[in-house]
DNA sequence: GCGCGGCTCTATAACGTTATACAGGTGATG
DNA sequence: CATCACCTGTATAACGTTATAGAGCCGCGC
């Protein structure tokens, strides 16, 4: 379909391998014959088949980012900082959508797709630590969030225990006593949660807060309508809480609607924070505390450290990184930051 | 690295070419042979090399979706069914994201990129009618959204000058006359907010109420960030609107929080109309009534038209379709749907 | 007995690219 | 003058797959 090498190479009169070698510079060529490949190229409108040249040099340009749910805006967010800095360093970022799916995640693993991409940065939550190391795909694979420990493999995440704590310690400060954690999956694998609510718990005990099971609520998943319902059962209770910790910032958003509808007034009867700092949080009535992972940094080291991996940078061993968080207090707890 | 079907021909004592009829069917193959095979892939762990087998077939089973705004829920939901679709037939989707860069539409309609996928689902902003003719690459294209009329392309939309009379119409019904709309771009490209402003008047007309260009705001772009200050200019004025339509969701949830920092009560002193449904107006306070475009609809035909062209069916001719869409009455025009 | 069609399977030529080995020519060096 | 190094350019073998042509075998009908 398209014009190839053997077309240009007709046109302009010399190999084959001479108009490779124009095209990538692998070999020095002559300035008279340079000049003319090119303008074959230009009249012609060559582009290399990047199927063939995969074929030939094993390497495609592209590199995957898989996450959980497409419409999570933290994954939106983080995504564009990501494509953004793989195109900086010659590479194509395409987004893959696991929704959630155990069986998604582990064909991504070590599927077929692998064939076609130099490597993958997942966001796992379905598979653990037997899934990761049984992979026989040999791409690099980056892990982003929390799930998965002791692989071999580069890991970036925040500390979710110590975001926790943040969250929590914000809330003792403000003076609140009875607070619930909505975002719990009681059987659950999802890791992130136990972490956090590990943090959450830690954080009552150093307050000298006593840890009530009731207000600790479990979802079975992660989004507003998630956060909507386990706030109105939190409501319901007949002591109920004085401030909610949202597993994330959708949760979180969740929470704030059922409690409109409910008319309590946040912050002054319950007081809402989450995790992810997404924009929409900025714009609610109120505006959302959260704890803000840096996710300019997570994404731009997934993609540096990735591509290192992929070019064979000796890196020394699978390295796991914490990035930074800060907390961001807005409306939702009384007190804006400046 | 990986292993191929040289490797499976091997273990299993059969040819290459029997190995490739196993695995995609072209030609029968003896039920003993076929398990023989079958045994050495599973074994092996054999999965095609799909740059190879694009190269031989032409085809890569890729497709791409480009959208303006990764950030945009509109647009993600649009994916996460668009995914799906392009999963039940066989094709895997990739999102790219153009970042309402000309450059960066222009590169992925005629650029290197399309020797990869075998077709692009395109939702363009900044670029027009002469740009899509001069397009050179022969992979099928679709259109999603406005923007480009009379192209030799399919094209998919919602009546966006019908949607603006549903929801102008819907505001005049329920009492207001001073109706104001967000997301005027002046000199603006974006064919969608020239034909949004424009069903707008005309609805504004039907109704004898006369048009008042103070009450148009411009913004540079679409964000929840431009509909608040859009919002609090409006507000500024000497005689407030009693309403606004928002050119989108997310601009109108921008327009609600200006509202609620300045004490305006909403739908009460001020009603708001978005255009996308996106989950998030579910769950602002108050939640957001809004014009809902048929995303499954939209969604699933770019992928099966796309298919269907890159499969040769013969469709006759380039389809123009309008999506169907419905007004969802929320509580920031005061009268909530069942 | 021989030709013929049908059924399995095999050998092999592409697809478009890049890397390797090599050829021809030129100028410098021993 | 022969040798060597060097510089340009060429021919060609991969990469892993699929489609085509054809080889071998069996049974059937004349």
Redesign the pocket.
Request: charged residues 25%; neutral net charge.
């Given at each position: 379909m398209g014009v190839?090498?053997?077309d240009i190479a007709q046109r302009a009169g010399?190999?084959?391998?001479?108009v490779?070698?124009v095209?990538?510079g692998?070999?020095?060529?002559?300035e008279?014959?340079r000049q003319r490949v090119q303008q074959a190229i230009d009249e012609l409108g060559y582009s290399?088949?990047l199927g063939?040249?995969h074929?030939?040099?094993g390497r495609t340009g592209l590199i995957a980012l898989a996450v959980p749910e497409l419409t999570n805006p933290y994954f939106a967010e983080l995504a564009e900082i990501a494509i953004a800095e793989a195109a900086a360093l010659g590479y194509t970022l395409v987004m893959e959508n696991t929704a959630a799916d155990r069986e998604a995640e582990l064909a991504l693993l070590d599927g077929s797709r692998q064939r076609i991409i130099d490597g993958l940065i997942l966001s796992p939550v379905r598979i653990g630590r037997e899934e990761v190391l049984a992979r026989t795909a040999g791409s690099p694979l980056v892990l982003i969030g929390e799930g998965v420990y002791d692989v071999p493999h580069d890991h970036i995440a925040i500390d979710n225990v110590a975001a926790s704590h943040a969250a929590i310690r914000h809330l003792v400060a403000i003076g609140r006593r009875r607070i619930a954690f909505i975002g719990a999956t009681p059987g659950g694998d999802r890791q992130s949660a136990h972490l956090r609510v590990r943090g959450y718990r830690e954080a009552l005990a150093a307050a000298g807060l006593p840890y009530r099971p009731r207000l600790v609520a479990g979802t079975d998943a992660f989004g507003r309508l998630d956060g909507m319902r386990a706030m109105r059962d939190l409501l319901a209770l007949g002591d109920p809480p004085d401030a909610v910790f949202g597993y994330n910032d959708m949760v979180a958003i969740g929470a704030l609607r059922a409690l409109a509808e409910a008319d309590h007034r946040v912050p002054e009867d319950v007081a809402v924070v989450g995790i992810d700092d997404i924009e929409e949080g900025r714009f609610t009535a109120p505006t959302l505390t959260t704890i803000a992972p840096d996710k300019r940094e997570i994404g731009r080291l997934a993609v540096r450290r990735l591509i290192a991996r992929i070019e064979g940078a000796e890196v020394a061993g699978p390295l796991t990184v914490q990035t930074p968080f800060r907390l961001l207090r807005r409306e939702s707890t009384g007190t804006p930051d400046a």
């Amino acid at each position: 379909m398209g014009v190839n090498l053997k077309d240009i190479a007709q046109r302009a009169g010399v190999s084959l391998a001479t108009v490779s070698n124009v095209v990538n510079g692998y070999r020095p060529v002559g300035e008279r014959t340079r000049q003319r490949v090119q303008q074959a190229i230009d009249e012609l409108g060559y582009s290399p088949n990047l199927g063939a040249r995969h074929l030939r040099r094993g390497r495609t340009g592209l590199i995957a980012l898989a996450v959980p749910e497409l419409t999570n805006p933290y994954f939106a967010e983080l995504a564009e900082i990501a494509i953004a800095e793989a195109a900086a360093l010659g590479y194509t970022l395409v987004m893959e959508n696991t929704a959630a799916d155990r069986e998604a995640e582990l064909a991504l693993l070590d599927g077929s797709r692998q064939r076609i991409i130099d490597g993958l940065i997942l966001s796992p939550v379905r598979i653990g630590r037997e899934e990761v190391l049984a992979r026989t795909a040999g791409s690099p694979l980056v892990l982003i969030g929390e799930g998965v420990y002791d692989v071999p493999h580069d890991h970036i995440a925040i500390d979710n225990v110590a975001a926790s704590h943040a969250a929590i310690r914000h809330l003792v400060a403000i003076g609140r006593r009875r607070i619930a954690f909505i975002g719990a999956t009681p059987g659950g694998d999802r890791q992130s949660a136990h972490l956090r609510v590990r943090g959450y718990r830690e954080a009552l005990a150093a307050a000298g807060l006593p840890y009530r099971p009731r207000l600790v609520a479990g979802t079975d998943a992660f989004g507003r309508l998630d956060g909507m319902r386990a706030m109105r059962d939190l409501l319901a209770l007949g002591d109920p809480p004085d401030a909610v910790f949202g597993y994330n910032d959708m949760v979180a958003i969740g929470a704030l609607r059922a409690l409109a509808e409910a008319d309590h007034r946040v912050p002054e009867d319950v007081a809402v924070v989450g995790i992810d700092d997404i924009e929409e949080g900025r714009f609610t009535a109120p505006t959302l505390t959260t704890i803000a992972p840096d996710k300019r940094e997570i994404g731009r080291l997934a993609v540096r450290r990735l591509i290192a991996r992929i070019e064979g940078a000796e890196v020394a061993g699978p390295l796991t990184v914490q990035t930074p968080f800060r907390l961001l207090r807005r409306e939702s707890t009384g007190t804006p930051d400046a």
